[in-house]
């Protein structure tokens, strides 16, 4: 190891002289800077490795080996992912903890902590699949010739036949059984359905790699190979039939899964966000109050006296006309870098101006996502001619200017597409991605510019309160419902009347956040992790110890991570190995 670090000293002082003397010393330092050996090692490796295995355990079709995210599949690939953490939870046991620097001791602690979420999870998959075993007996007949497959082995062309013939004459009998049986749970159906997928991929795999070029196999194999592929996609049919998708409980129609309590203290716990739901709820109120305060001013200063929604109606009308959104969204995006290098608050690399691009949303996405969204490309939300008038009276007044100023920065730059742009290129090692950094961070952009002066006048701050109470009510509704306390219905109203969404967009919303994927906690990371960096700066460059630029900078090159430890890393706070979060960022506005 010693001779490790002299060899990377010595790169290091090579380096040093090959960069242009037009850096300065700040910018050398970080271009060359590995925060240790051990950690950036250990998990590039595991990284590697981790898709290694997938690649190669995972059934490949088409003629090359596929690759998943999904650590499930046959009982071969389940024990073999856990066999690869156990691995690196023992490589890391083996470090000295105390001697790694500050950056390496969170990632250690964040990789740990990571590695045994998955085994946990691993466990409880496990369990379910334990559940569904029974329906399945046949499986063997499909992975013990997958397995012979990856290494080229020649299968007994007659025997394979019968096995698979065996497979298509049981699947229907227990599909028989099955449709008489009472319903299954969720959890029980999508482990089945998973199963039958990776099956099914499997017998693609070993189909595609022996059809066409062993005779026997192709004599004795296509038909019933055929049969075995419809049996598939009716077993999983009748799996999906048998879910207890449970009962509307209001006239909303929405059939979500509120997940509790419990479930919520263990992903906060998780997230290193140390406050309860109530909590959270409570200083949600809070700050809404806030943003009444606020709309109240600015409505006013329109005229309008107390009544907002008077005012935010005239603010929603003021949309432009057909075909012009992309004009005023390349608009709003130079006003946004404009005010960012006017103010000197973060370095925008030039490459990162030159290719961020544009895109139009399809009308069916625009169903479910009426707002535009951002990363690589932004993609803009309006009317096309297959709209009917509602829906296109939607899409524009949603879209206004005043609204969308507000947020193509979140978007874009300094926000998601800044991001990715340099999570690309620096510590590239590091993947904890999480909510409360990758919404968080864009969402401080917005407290941090309103801060600044960016909004011009009173339509624009209703247009970035627009988006300040969505986010106060995001956590509101969203944990109310987890909780068990809120209906689909009320959380839709109060989305309606609260902060003054058209009804079709609030729906949309509602289901969005409990019908898709989207995990319990993600609604309120935006404010949540917003708060987080908005509480940072306040310590370290409202009092003086960092200019703005050094502050974001420094953030936004250390990647994806959760924010107490980017607070932990750059205020040179302790770290255990056993580190729980313990910071009370949350201080909303008063009005």
């Not at 917003?530 to 306040?538: E, I, M, T, V």
């Amino acid at each position: 190891m010693r001779t490790k670090r002299i060899l990377w000293i010595a790169y290091s002082i090579l380096m040093i002289g090959s960069i242009p003397w037009s850096l300065n010393a700040q910018a050398k330092q970080e271009a060359l800077y590995v925060p240790c050996e051990e950690m950036p090692d250990l998990m590039t490796k595991y990284s590697a490795d981790y898709s290694s295995l997938v690649r190669f355990y995972a059934p490949a079709s088409r003629g090359y080996w596929g690759r998943t995210n999904d650590p499930g599949g046959s009982p071969e690939r389940r024990e073999r992912m856990t066999k690869l953490r156990n691995d690196y939870l023992a490589k890391l046991e083996q470090l000295d903890f105390n001697a790694l620097p500050q950056e390496c001791k969170a990632d250690y602690v964040l990789f740990k902590r990571d590695l045994e979420k998955e085994n946990a999870e691993a466990k409880e998959q496990e369990a379910v699949y334990q559940k569904i075993k029974k329906w399945f007996p046949f499986s063997d007949h499909i992975y013990s010739y997958l397995k012979a497959r990856r290494r080229g082995y020649q299968p007994d062309a007659t025997k394979m036949a019968k096995d698979w013939n065996s497979v298509v004459e049981q699947m229907a009998s227990l599909q028989t059984k099955l449709e008489s049986t009472p319903s299954l749970g969720k959890d029980e159906v999508e482990e089945a359905v998973r199963v039958i997928d990776d099956l099914k991929n499997s017998a693609e795999s070993i189909y595609t790699f022996y059809n066409g070029y062993d005779p026997l196999f192709t004599w004795w194999i296509p038909k019933i190979y055929d049969e075995m592929g419809k049996g598939f996609d009716a077993y999983s049919e009748a799996f999906k039939n048998k879910v207890n998708k449970g009962k509307p409980v209001d006239e909303s129609g929405i059939v979500g899964n509120p997940v509790g309590r419990e479930e919520l203290m263990k992903q906060l716990e998780y997230e290193m966000i140390d406050y309860t739901p109530e909590e959270l709820i409570e200083l949600a109120n809070e700050e809404f109050a806030w943003c009444d305060a606020e709309l109240l001013k600015a409505s006013q200063e329109m005229g309008f006296g107390n009544d907002w929604k008077a005012a935010q109606e005239k603010v929603k009308n003021a949309y432009v006309e057909p075909g012009k959104q992309p004009e005023l969204i390349l608009r709003l995006y130079n006003e946004a870098i404009d005010f960012l290098k006017k103010n000197d608050l973060i370095t925008v690399p030039p490459l990162a101006e030159e290719v961020w691009g544009m895109g139009m949303m399809s009308p069916e996405r625009q169903l479910v996502n009426p707002f535009f969204t951002g990363g690589t490309s932004i993609s803009i939300s309006y009317p096309t001619d297959e709209m009917s008038y509602e829906q296109r009276m939607m899409s524009m007044r949603g879209n206004n200017p005043h609204f969308s100023m507000a947020t193509v920065h979140h978007e874009l730059i300094a926000g998601h597409n800044l991001q990715g742009f340099m999570n690309n290129r620096h510590r590239t090692y590091r993947n904890f991605r999480t909510p409360f950094w990758t919404e968080g961070w864009a969402l401080y952009w917005e407290l941090l510019l309103w801060d600044k002066g960016f909004p011009k006048g009173p339509e624009d701050r209703i247009g970035m309160l627009f988006w300040h109470m969505h986010r106060c009510a995001r956590i509101i509704f969203s944990l109310n419902y987890h909780l068990g306390k809120w209906t689909p219905q009320e959380c839709i109203d109060f989305l309606v009347d609260r902060v003054g969404h058209e009804r079709a967009n609030a729906e949309g919303e509602v289901r969005r956040s409990f019908v898709g994927n989207y995990p319990p906690l993600y609604q309120l990371a935006y404010l949540t992790g917003g708060r987080q960096f908005y509480a940072l700066h306040q310590e370290l460059v409202d009092s003086g110890k960092m200019t703005n630029k050094e502050f974001h900078d420094r953030i936004i090159t250390m990647n994806a991570m959760p924010v107490e430890m980017i607070k932990a890393i750059m205020t040179n706070q302790k770290i255990n190995k056993n580190y729980k979060a313990k910071w009370k960022f949350y201080d909303p506005p008063k009005p």
